[in-house]
């Protein structure tokens, strides 16, 4: 008998939830593997660092731009130091807290320190052999670097050093258009650091539909940036005291550009170097892990959960994953169809871009025919009243049933109004039923309305209904009903 029922590889989001249910929930005796230190990726690295400093930018670039709301500004530098400051007491407080919970779980014990497996239900941490009959993956990603000759030679940034910096570089070299480009990008430059953003897709953001790029990207050149895309950087040199970047442009022209530091924002893959997976009979196929519907690989002993996996980078996805591991590594195979239509993704850029479900190009790419019904900030009074008027709502729907299938956002707020859709997604809601919902006026959410009428009148149009059996104007709560029953 193994001391262990369980051994938890990770003690981010995916490990702690994999750890909570198993302990608190099921009982089981589980062991937690951690590198150190205790918090995770989102909490020491990612989400919860960089939107405290989002946040310090968001309100420097309000201040600035007081003089449009009636209100003297007083143009003054950032505090490089005091705006880490507040993050650090920030992320010390969200680590103790994690720390604590994970130290006092019930029928467990941490483990501190490198893991590898030595067979399939034998790791080593440290000098120390763990044995267990199942296995939970949960070692998080590691951010990916693109293979630029002299870009080691002469040293980058990655996103998790750019949030400890101890010195505000004075402008920037950022190799990435996604969000964590996107969002770091727009952090520095706000608080005064020169951003040149270089990506090698045709256009920023570029898993969303055209015209959310086309958004953000005039807002970050509105504010600075200059942005290059479709470009390949071709080598890193060091210039003196700075760095240089070559690129190539889709025509074939060669450019350089300068800056103090670049920082490179390419994407994540799972933290799996040193894990020693063929020992454990875990296949990976590139950067995905093999995992079958129940987040077993392909040792059926060992589940994986969160980022570890290659198959999301959402925080979300990995809570929700690791406590479905445990159940079914502990209770047995209870597989769960995993909700694709209900993904959800935020960027906390500014506008915020938010998305749940199907974008329309992905409708496009599927042969999926869907009614879209779009509004735009510019034409909503509370946006025009916080001076937040740049993006919009579309709205995806099916044209016969009306179920909402999905939304876009991008636009003041937009990470916090996706959740009103995703709650309609998450029961099969159509636009008539989203439109019995009030929203209270004038609030940002209230745009939602409008793109859901819009669909309701091309479903009517669409459903040629003879006019002799709804007159005009003869009874609204009738035709109503009717309506419904004839798409029920």
Request: aromatic share 6%; with cysteine; glycine share 10%.
């Amino acid at each position: 008998m193994t001391e262990w029922d369980l051994i938890v590889l990770g003690g981010g989001s995916a490990g702690f939830a994999a750890a909570r249910v198993a302990t608190e929930e099921l009982g089981a005796r589980v062991a937690v593997v951690d590198k150190g230190p205790l918090g995770g990726l989102c909490i020491l690295a990612g989400c919860m660092p960089s939107k405290a400093l989002i946040q310090s930018s968001n309100v420097a670039h309000l201040i600035s731009r007081a003089s449009t709301f009636g209100t003297p500004a007083i143009a003054q530098p950032v505090d490089f130091p005091a705006l880490m400051a507040r993050k650090d007491r920030l992320i010390q407080g969200f680590a103790e807290y994690r720390a604590d919970r994970i130290t006092t779980l019930p029928n467990s014990e941490l483990f501190l320190g490198p893991v590898r497996f030595v067979d399939p239900h034998t790791v080593m941490v440290g000098d120390r052999p763990l044995s267990a009959p199942k296995f939970i993956l949960a070692l998080g990603s590691t951010p990916m670097v693109p293979p630029i000759p002299g870009l080691s030679e002469v040293g980058y940034l990655l996103s998790d050093q750019a949030l400890n910096l101890h010195k505000q570089p004075e402008s920037l070299l950022l190799v990435g258009g996604g969000i964590i480009a996107l969002e770091l990008g727009q952090f520095f430059a706000r608080i005064g650091t020169r951003v040149t953003i270089l990506e090698a897709l045709p256009r920023l953001v570029a898993r969303e539909d055209p015209e959310v790029s086309e958004v953000i990207t005039q807002r970050l050149q509105r504010e600075g940036v200059v942005i290059h895309t479709g470009v390949r950087p071709v080598r890193v040199e060091r210039l003196g005291d700075r760095k240089a970047v070559t690129f190539e442009t889709p025509d074939g022209a060669v450019h350089e550009v300068e800056g103090a530091e670049i920082l490179v924002a390419t994407g994540r893959e799972p933290s799996i170097k040193g894990l020693d997976l063929d020992r454990a009979g875990v296949q990976m196929e590139g950067r995905r892990m093999v995992l079958d519907r129940c987040l077993r690989t392909t040792n059926p002993d060992i589940f994986a959960a969160g980022d570890v996996t290659g198959g999301s980078y959402l925080v979300h996805v990995a809570i929700s994953d690791g406590e479905l591991a445990a159940r079914n590594a502990l209770l047995g195979c209870a597989p769960k169809p995993a909700p694709a239509h209900l993904f959800l993704s935020a960027a906390f850029t500014q506008p915020n871009i938010a998305r749940v479900g199907l974008s329309e190009g992905e409708a496009q790419q599927l042969g999926r025919e869907v009614l879209v019904g779009r509004y735009r900030f510019a034409d909503h009074g509370k946006a025009e009243i916080l001076g937040e008027t740049d993006g919009f709502v579309k709205m995806l729907a099916d044209p016969l049933s009306g179920e909402i299938l999905g939304t876009t956002i991008v636009g003041p707020d937009g990470a916090e109004l996706i959740h009103e859709i995703a709650c309609a997604m998450t029961f099969r809601a159509t636009v008539e039923q989203f439109l019995q919902v009030p929203h209270v006026h004038p609030t940002l959410a209230e745009i939602w309305t409008y793109p859901a009428e819009e669909i309701v009148d091309q479903i009517r149009r669409r459903a040629r209904m003879p006019s002799t059996r709804f007159p005009a104007g003869y009874n609204d709560q009738d035709e109503e009903r009717s309506f419904e029953e004839a798409w029920s």
